[in-house]
């Protein structure tokens, strides 16, 4: 079974609006990663919150980590039309942290 | 640097043909994985290694084989194609031996049809 689940499961915004994806996981994990792939093409990694955080930023990037809730969210400010992709989180697993679970991914589009 | 260079881009197999998926990464990284993307699922790791000559299973290994005989090198076998393993299939690779809080850099897939 899947460790991380995206929600929503696709959102469309319009150029400029901010983007929240959410990511729900089940069991204890040393980080959470989310990546980024675009139609046809192979993950790219965006940012890494460890389990001790609770926020990052990366650019026009925001993580959440809330580990009481088992959630994380991304926000993507000020969308571009280039930011359509598809996004996934991926976390590992406390007892084994060479088994990295991806959820179903949340497809983005931003409509210029 | 070509990073994760997967081979072939495309393929199309007949039920019972076996083939290999190669794979191969120059970043010296000992941890290599392959993984399947399958419509509104999120990617199912297959198999996995953390180092030449180890190798270890994933979520969903049945149908499918590996080895790691040097460390840039992590190809998959189909033994014996079933339609079920119609998928996108991907290579991964990260450094070190452990994902964990490690970047993993994929490869751009395989498109594999079963027929």
């Known amino acids: 079974s899947q460790q991380g689940e995206e929600d929503p499961q696709a959102l469309s915004i319009q150029e400029g609006e901010n983007a929240t994806m959410n990511c729900s996981y089940k069991?204890?994990?040393?980080?959470l990663q989310w990546y980024r792939q675009n139609s046809g093409r192979g993950l790219v990694h965006l940012i890494l919150i460890r389990s001790n955080e609770r926020e990052k930023h990366s650019g026009r990037l925001r993580v959440t980590l809330d580990t009481s809730k088992k959630s994380s969210s991304l926000l993507i400010t000020a969308s571009r039309a280039a930011d359509t992709a598809s996004y996934f989180c991926a976390t590992d697993a406390i007892y084994n942290n060479n088994d990295m679970r991806f959820g179903a991914g949340t497809r983005l589009t931003v409509k210029p | 640097n070509a990073g994760v260079t997967q081979t072939p881009k495309f393929q199309v197999l007949k039920t019972g043909q076996s083939m290999t998926l190669q794979c191969a990464q120059d970043m010296n990284h000992e941890y290599m994985s392959w993984y399947r993307q399958d419509p509104g699922m999120g990617l199912r790791l297959i198999h996995y290694?953390?180092?030449?000559?180890?190798?270890d299973q994933g979520e969903v290994p049945n149908g499918y084989n590996v080895s790691r005989s040097t460390t840039e090198d992590f190809p998959l076998r189909l033994l014996s194609a079933a339609p079920s393993q119609t998928s996108v299939y991907f290579c991964a690779s990260s450094y070190p031996t452990t994902f964990s809080g490690n970047t993993i850099y994929f490869g751009e897939g395989s498109w594999l049809t079963v027929v």
């Open positions: 290694s953390v180092g030449a000559g180890i190798t």
């Open positions: 069991t204890s994990i040393n980080n």
